[in-house]
């Protein structure tokens, strides 16, 4: 119980819980103290709106951030009272306004944070119009409370500046190690491997995403503050992560045939099994240590496990002798190869934090590692770009504007106590997603629902005042610790603390929350309605545009690795930014597939299709992963002409995948038998057999490197050029069958 209360109250969400908490809380407190609970209440106000534009970055960006977000709060506060009094210039000016602070969602997350700040800002000006003079003083104190949340937020960044990268890098493992312990689950006799792949997918996902944060942090420090011991050690075990994630998703194995083969002989299965589990078990362990603030002891002895798993193969080869066992070692082998490379890097983590760790450690990997980073720049020219219906931040910018206005014509024609709160609830429900607006309307409607009937029971046995006050801190801490993870939750606690501060202000309790239900009824009805009739971005329609990007990569990826092994080398940055966008990309792509099983049934349209070209695309850069890994990692010799043949008709394929998503036309492409493929295959078989002829010329060692060789990649090529002819054929019919409809 109490691991897990430190590990809550020590994580990143509680911390920024902290921080909005603090800044909002002593300016009421002081100047209640003062007589002027007004003023500290409207400074509060001003914090509110600033602290969801306070995202993970380097602190020139988040300090930059921060101040646009001040600035626009405040001064989109002070136009709506400039004009709520003159309603033939208010309405169109607040739907221009409105559109507008929307449409900045095109340049990115911290741009959409800013866009809610600014939202929210805009919904509650509704709940306290000023006049004269007053309208001027009250927006300045929302510049100051926006001020004061960014003092708040740089003195938690400077107690402790790597806290934050830690955290992320903990999670990072942790999922990893999930990722891991999935690849162990697999080994189970009849164990479900659509279901384990399936979650192997989603943790991708989150992996995708959960990397580009470290890079956002890590890289941009390390390009404003230089290297500094600790983010050379946040920096090698990030690389080794993502070394580990490309080792496992490059290395797959026919589970179905190895358990036939060994079913027999259990006992090298159930090593390699707890190998694999001791790996992920040490990688969890790590997370654990960091998340706590603890010296690392790792509890599994890997090399041990390593020899054991040696052991086994050999008494598998003593039992059914060299010959009939050649092939099964064979597999094994490689087994036992991908486990010792996984224990090396493993070996790395762990050393990154039990010693200090210098810049040569890093063995070049940290090279151009500026190339990683989206750089961040605002050109007007996105934003024009994407006035149309065909972008998805217009259709969603338009569809909430419209939604906000018949909102707020909705409370100010109905007798509606708070109409601002329907505006509120429309902002913080609505999403571009289908989905996601679904499920945020029913956990704000269950939060509200359930944080009204305990904070009324609160009410109705406490009367004390300041005991209410202290429940209200204590319930907005809670409310704003959970929203990230369980929103459910967080609304529950966000409902409890507004009802709370209301119940110290006003009596009339009741009819405030009879009417904050309603107006959240009304909001999250409005917000569902709108997604599903207003230019809803349903996913099959934005499908194609990701499995495009998706194949894409792949295909730079696929060049990028043809490029390396006929020049040999280092490998080059392009080979790595590549890899990088390749991962993204699929990973945008499962994202995007799993938003469509969120949708309507009769919106899922040609499921079958796009899931079997996500996991086609998956198993594509599974296999080239696979092909690049190994050229890394070994010396090669020189590519023939038959490699390159046959490795630009891979490309090929995919270049002919792209032109139908694009052109979505499936005449446009018209894939003719390639007699000239198969002979090339045929030259690369004579190529390998000359090569088994050598064995009496070369040495036994150099020998079974040539083999080795020449047998994986001739295995690669076959699987690639199989998967890229699918994805092509697959392509059609998703193009023909939607274009029929």
Excluded at 253 to 258: G, Q, W
Excluded at 430 to 444: A, D, W
Excluded at 685 to 706: D, M, P, V
Aim: a positive charge; aromatic letters at 12%; proline letters at 3%.
């Amino acid at each position: 119980m109490i691991p897990n209360v430190k590990k809550f109250t020590d994580g990143t969400y509680f911390t920024n819980a902290l921080k909005i908490t603090i800044a909002a809380v002593l300016p009421v407190l002081l100047f209640s103290y003062l007589g002027h609970f007004k003023i500290g209440f409207t400074i509060a106000l001003g914090a509110f709106f600033t602290y969801p534009s306070d995202i993970p970055s380097n602190l020139k960006h988040k300090v930059n951030g921060i101040l646009v977000t001040v600035l626009i709060v405040s001064g989109v506060n002070l136009l709506i009272n400039l004009v709520y009094p003159y309603p033939w210039v208010f309405y169109p000016f607040l739907t221009v306004l409105l559109f507008f602070l929307s449409m900045i969602s095109v340049y990115g997350q911290r741009a959409t944070m800013v866009s809610f700040s600014a939202l929210i800002a805009i919904s509650l000006a509704f709940a306290h119009l000023q006049t004269g003079w007053d309208r001027v003083q009250y927006s300045g104190l929302i510049l100051l409370g926006g001020l004061f949340y960014l003092i708040v937020s740089l003195i938690f960044f400077y107690i402790r500046p790597n806290r934050y990268a830690e955290l992320q890098i903990a999670e990072c493992i942790k999922l990893t190690s999930k990722y891991l312990k999935l690849r162990g689950d697999l080994w189970e006799l009849n164990s479900d491997r659509k279901a384990i792949t399936e979650k192997q997918l989603n943790l991708q996902v989150q992996l995708n995403t959960i990397h580009e944060n470290i890079r956002e942090i890590l890289i941009r420090n390390r390009t404003d503050s230089g290297s500094t011991n600790r983010n050379r050690k946040l920096l090698l075990v990030f690389i080794s992560l993502v070394e580990i994630m490309e080792l496992a998703i490059a290395t797959s194995f026919d589970h179905n045939k190895l358990h036939q083969k060994f079913d027999n002989h259990p006992r090298v299965l159930e090593t390699y099994q707890k190998l694999a589990y001791n790996l992920a078990k040490s990688l969890r362990t790590l997370s654990e240590s960091i998340e706590n603030g603890e010296k690392y002891v790792s509890k599994h002895s890997l090399l041990a496990d390593l020899h054991n798993l040696e052991l086994a193969i050999t008494d598998y080869e003593n039992d059914l002798g060299k010959v009939y066992a050649s092939e099964g070692v064979l597999m094994l082998t490689n087994m036992l190869h991908y486990a010792e490379k996984q224990v090396e890097i493993n070996k790395t983590v762990e050393r990154a934090f039990t010693a200090v760790v210098k810049l040569q450690d890093l063995k070049g990997k940290d090279t151009d590692l500026e190339k990683f980073i989206t750089p961040q720049y605002y050109p007007v020219r996105t934003l024009i770009e994407n006035l149309s219906f065909s972008s998805t931040v217009f259709r969603h910018s338009l569809r909430l504007t419209i939604t906000i206005m018949m909102g707020f014509i909705i409370g100010k024609v109905l007798p509606f106590q708070n109409a601002y709160w329907i505006v509120l609830t429309i902002v913080v429900i609505m999403r571009q997603g289908y989905g996601l607006t679904k499920q945020r309307t029913f956990h704000r409607i269950f939060g509200t629902i359930l944080g009204g009937f305990i904070a009324f029971g609160v009410l109705y046995l406490v009367h004390d005042s300041t005991i209410i006050g202290g429940l209200a801190i204590i319930a907005l801490l809670f409310g704003f610790s959970f929203t990230p993870t369980n929103y459910k939750i967080g609304a529950t606690f966000i409902t409890i603390y507004v009802i709370f501060i209301y119940g110290i202000l006003t009596p009339n309790i009741e009819d405030l929350i009879q009417y904050r239900v309603v107006d959240t009824l009304v909001g999250a009805l409005l917000s569902f309605l709108a997604n599903y009739f207003l230019w809803p971005s349903w996913e099959f329609v934005k499908i194609p545009v990701y499995l495009e990007k998706s194949i894409e990569a792949n295909r730079n990826y696929l060049e990028q690795i043809s490029l390396f092994y006929n020049k040999k080398g280092t490998v080059p940055s392009a080979y790595r930014v590549a890899r990088k966008h390749a991962f993204i990309e699929i990973g945008n792509l499962m994202a995007s597939f799993q938003r469509m099983l969120q949708e309507p049934k009769s919106k899922q349209n040609k499921l079958g299709q796009v899931y079997k070209l996500t996991v086609m695309n998956h198993t594509l850069l599974s296999s080239a992963a696979s092909l690049g890994t190994y050229i890394q990692s070994h010396k090669t010799s020189a590519a023939s002409e038959a490699f390159n043949a046959v490795f630009d008709k891979v490309v090929k394929n995919l270049e002919d995948a792209i032109t139908l998503l694009k052109e979505d036309d499936v005449e446009q492409i018209v894939n003719p038998i390639n007699a000239d493929l198969s002979n090339r295959f045929n030259e690369l078989n004579k190529i390998r057999a000359n090569e088994l002829q050598e064995e009496s010329t070369t040495g036994e060692k150099e020998f079974e490197l040539k083999k080795q060789e020449t047998q994986l990649v001739i295995e690669q090529l076959i699987w690639l050029t199989s998967l890229s002819e699918n994805i092509v054929k697959t392509t059609r019919v998703l193009i023909k069958t939607k274009n029929e409809l």
